[in-house]
């Protein structure tokens, strides 16, 4: 199974400046048919998952462009340009690349300071 | 508004089975493959399962298989997770999905 290691667990960010998130995988995601699938979901608390990013950098209808994703091979990282309250919450990374299992990021903790 | 909607959770004792519901609401399911993911108190996302839109490929987790069954009724509109020799293990929050659209989740608790 593909292995995701996200970096930091923990993300205190002041309001306005940027944060970024780190997700390795422990094999390469490129995919047979030449594409990555690893996407991005945030959970804001008390709710369910939704996804932000799919394929490494598409963000998802209704996504403010302050969220990006980016990477290739087996390191990503998920930007937010500039903090704002309402992205407190948990980030999670996923694979989708060799699948049977889908497997996820343990998640990354995003609080204001 | 597009989403999916959970139901059949609750609390389950040794021996004893669950089978969860998914219906999906403002939408067809019909032409989507299919998730269950779940999510124990205070812990991350594990997928569970997969079935494919027409029923006729399923994947499921080594943590379930043999346990847990997905399937699918395309003429009622829903999914299904049959649970059977459900432990602590299991207890989750129970998410269906196609990764884009979710719902908000059944609960599963298992107690001795």
């Known amino acids: 199974d593909v292995v995701m290691t996200q970096s930091p667990l923990s993300l205190p960010v002041t309001l306005g400046q940027p944060a970024s998130i780190s997700c390795r995988s422990s094999q390469s995601l490129v995919h047979s048919d030449g594409n990555i699938y690893l996407d991005w979901f945030q959970q804001r608390p008390g709710q369910s998952p939704r996804r932000l990013i799919y394929e490494v950098s598409n963000r998802d209808s209704g996504v403010p462009d302050r969220f990006s994703g980016s990477g290739s091979g087996t390191d990503f990282t998920l930007k937010i340009s500039r903090v704002e309250a309402e992205d407190v919450g948990v980030y999670y990374c996923m694979q989708g690349s060799h699948w049977p299992p889908w497997t996820f990021g343990q998640g990354t903790k995003v609080e204001i300071k | 508004q597009v989403q999916f909607v959970e139901s059949g959770g609750g609390v389950v004792q040794p021996g004893r089975s669950l089978r969860l519901s998914c219906a999906a609401s403002?939408?067809?399911?019909?032409?989507?493959?299919i998730h269950w993911v779940r999510q124990a108190p205070g812990k991350g996302l594990e997928w569970v399962a997969l079935i494919y839109y027409d029923g006729n490929q399923k994947y499921h987790a080594d943590s379930v298989k043999g346990r847990f069954t997905i399937s699918r009724d395309n003429s009622q509109n829903s999914l299904y997770l049959h649970m059977d020799g459900v432990s602590a293990e299991d207890t989750a929050i129970y998410y269906c999905t196609t990764f884009s659209i979710w719902g908000q989740g059944t609960m599963v608790t298992f107690s001795s």
């Open positions: 403002g939408f067809s399911l019909s032409a989507y493959n």
